[in-house]
């Protein structure tokens, strides 16, 4: 089984990874290049920084 994946990553200002910012993904579960599913991801970045990204998925 592989997978089709869109993601986006909305960034809130200043830029980088900041508490409240936002990551999505869907697509879909492939079985021999037929789609057999569909998955979707929303995480909420708790808290962020240079050496730690924690999230809530």
Not at 7 to 19: A, F, W
Request: hydrophobic share 30%; glycine share 16%.
């Amino acid at each position: 089984m592989t997978t089709e994946t869109i993601s986006s990553y909305n960034d809130i200002r200043p830029g980088g990874p900041r508490p409240g910012d936002v990551t999505l993904s869907t697509g879909y579960l492939l079985t021999g290049g037929e789609r057999v599913g569909r998955f979707g991801n929303q995480c909420v970045f708790l808290m962020a920084n240079a050496e730690q990204t924690l999230h809530l998925g």
